[in-house]
């Protein structure tokens, strides 16, 4: 895809985002690949409801900006996924409300954020990983993406919000919505004793949709 289409593309996701209040005023930050090895990525104190196309950041693939407004301040965060999901050619981060809840929770295995909850959270997003608290634009957020090797494309950040990549943009706006609206549920089922999927079940979805997923078993 075209320079020109993908600066579209996230203006046009932005802006369904910023609408069903996923993201409100000018939290969350997107951004793509591109064929050079560079990419785009939405500026610093942006609302996704209202992006400019001609004023999204580009970066070269050492991160330096050629064009466009100062990158938002988490441009380390994406390029930690980048770096260690070779899949990766988008990474989406929101404040979306039930994700950052779930993130608070005491109980929360970080390994696995979320039980097996619906097929298609698993099919999604896999499990999800729930890294500590750090100040936003920290670069220990990404030294603490890094460590997790590449396993997870779904990542919670504690009292933050969710950052997930995909193969594209449109995967990674789809599989973060899917981690929202599973957060939601969860949060809804909990207490209530809910039945989750079966071991024999993931086990069904990854040999059916050819899905890996990283073990959190003790």
């Known amino acids: 895809m075209s320079d020109s289409k993908l ?9 369904s985002l ?7 005023g000018s939290s969350g930050n997107m951004s793509v690949m591109l064929d050079d090895g560079g990419w785009l990525v939405t500026p610093t104190n942006a609302s996704l409801g209202f992006l400019d196309p001609d004023r999204i950041t580009r970066l070269d693939a050492h991160g330096r900006v050629l064009s466009g407004d100062a990158p938002t301040k988490e441009v380390p ?14 990474v989406v981060h929101l404040h979306s409300t039930h994700s950052v809840a779930l993130s608070m929770l005491p109980d929360v295995d970080p390994r696995a954020a979320l039980p097996p909850i619906t097929p298609y959270y698993l099919m999604r997003c896999g499990r999800t990983a729930l ?8 670069p220990a957020v990404a030294k603490a993406i890094k460590r997790l090797g590449g396993l997870y494309s779904s990542v919670l950040l504690a009292n933050h919000g969710p950052v997930v990549a995909g193969d594209t943009l449109e995967a990674a706006v789809f599989a973060t919505e899917e981690l929202e609206e599973s957060a939601r549920l969860y949060l809804l ?14 086990r069904d979805l990854a040999k059916t949709f050819k899905l890996s997923f990283p073990d959190h078993s003790h």
């Open 7 to 15: 600066r579209d593309e996230l203006c046009r996701f932005g802006r």
């Open 18 to 24: 910023f609408e069903r209040g996923l993201t409100p």
């Open 77 to 90: 965060l994406h390029a930690a996924l980048y770096q260690t999901r070779s899949t990766a050619r988008a």
């Open 131 to 138: 890294i500590p608290y750090y100040r936003p634009g920290d």
């Open 189 to 202: 089922l909990r207490g209530l004793n809910p039945r989750y999927l079966s071991p024999d079940q993931e």
